[in-house]
């Protein structure tokens, strides 16, 4: 994401998934007041309770899920006591270490209620000691892979996406199976790292970017603007401002999965109770069109992976012609036909049993 506050930074251009957030709160708080266990030990015993944001980018969205989180916990000890003493909070902000945490930390709300701390790091990876968190929050994260698939820049491999820079609408099957295994295994290692360092009965809270059931991802507006994109970097390789060659051997490194999938593979895990999964859709309706937010938009979100495979030189020029062709193409993006994209919510249980702190 880019960092700043300046036009094209993330802060600037994220009110879409801060719109989510925002809808996300109610199914949040019950998931809290319901599943959230305060007799438990690792609960009842504890002064400080501990809440982590998995992927938390440079604010300002970070600091609504994380008030959220709050808020619910505090409604959750003032319902189940008579006299409820509320524990301190301890929240840590985590994303890789690129990100712009100046920006996020100088961004903290003055009137926040909780210590705050970041953790620089790749979420695949373990973070934390073990049996130290107690709320694990991560949304608009989880479709960001570790890595692009090896084969997709294998000109002798069967999942070669020469033309395409992404997998959403990709039509080789091939492309889409590779895809698929790297989702899983970036899932199974965040889900046993998380394993590890969230105490028994703690709750993990997920917002994943998807699709719904046996729903194609070519049939929808963000295959459409990221073949768009990619449309734009041929252009300027046939151009010679950049190479056929380097066009070919990029790929954005992100995966819609969808309930079923998702379903599937946290139960293959099996260190984690499926609470509740359910589909959400973002309340922000592009009523009229405006394909210069939405340019703005994504330049926010890719502009990052581009420039470190293209360079800074080009973006300018690349943006300028991909807001052109979302303008010349705004009747097909903003159709309500291809705008199936959905956020899942997923609520999971620690399955540890064993409670002693």
Request: with cysteine.
């Amino acid at each position: 994401m880019n960092g700043g506050i300046g036009c094209h930074s993330y802060v600037k251009n994220s009110h879409i998934q801060r719109a989510l957030l925002h809808a996300a709160k109610d199914v949040i708080t019950e998931a809290i007041v319901e599943k959230v266990d305060i007799t438990n030990p690792w609960f009842n015993s504890s002064r400080t309770l501990r809440v982590a944001d998995f992927g938390c980018s440079v604010g300002p969205n970070t600091f609504v899920v994380v008030q959220n989180i709050i808020e619910a916990l505090e409604l959750l000890y003032r319902s189940k006591r008579h006299n409820p003493e509320i524990p301190e909070f301890h929240v840590f902000f985590n994303d890789h270490v690129h990100n712009d945490f100046n920006t996020l930390f100088r961004s903290l709300p003055f009137s926040h209620r909780y210590f705050a701390a970041g953790v620089p790091g790749s979420f695949h990876d373990r973070l934390f000691p073990k049996s130290t968190l107690h709320i694990i929050h991560s949304s608009y994260a989880l479709h960001w892979l570790s890595q692009v698939p090896t084969q997709l820049a294998d000109r002798n491999s069967p999942a070669w996406n020469k033309g395409r820079i992404h997998g959403l609408g990709a039509s080789s099957k091939e492309v889409r199976e590779a895809f698929s295994a790297q989702f899983s295994k970036d899932l199974q290692a965040f889900l046993n790292a998380r394993a590890l360092e969230l105490v028994g009965g703690g709750l993990m809270l997920l917002l994943v970017s998807g699709l719904p059931n046996e729903f194609h991802s070519s049939q929808t507006n963000s295959a459409i603007v990221l073949d768009l994109l990619g449309s734009c970097l041929i252009d300027m390789a046939k151009m010679g401002i950049i190479s056929e060659d380097n066009v070919d051997s990029f790929n954005l490194s992100i995966y819609r999965t969808c309930p079923g999938e998702l379903e599937a593979f946290i139960e293959k895990n099996g260190h984690f109770k499926i609470e509740k999964m359910e589909e959400l859709i973002n309340p922000v309706r592009w009523d009229p069109p405006d394909f210069q937010m939405l340019a703005s938009h994504l330049r926010a979100t890719f502009e990052g992976a581009l420039e470190e495979h293209f360079g800074n030189e080009i973006m300018d020029e690349l943006f300028e012609r991909f807001t052109n062709k979302i303008g010349e193409n705004s009747h097909i993006i903003y159709d309500q036909q291809y705008i199936k994209e959905t956020e899942i919510f997923v609520s999971l249980k620690h399955r540890v049993t064993d409670y002693e702190v």
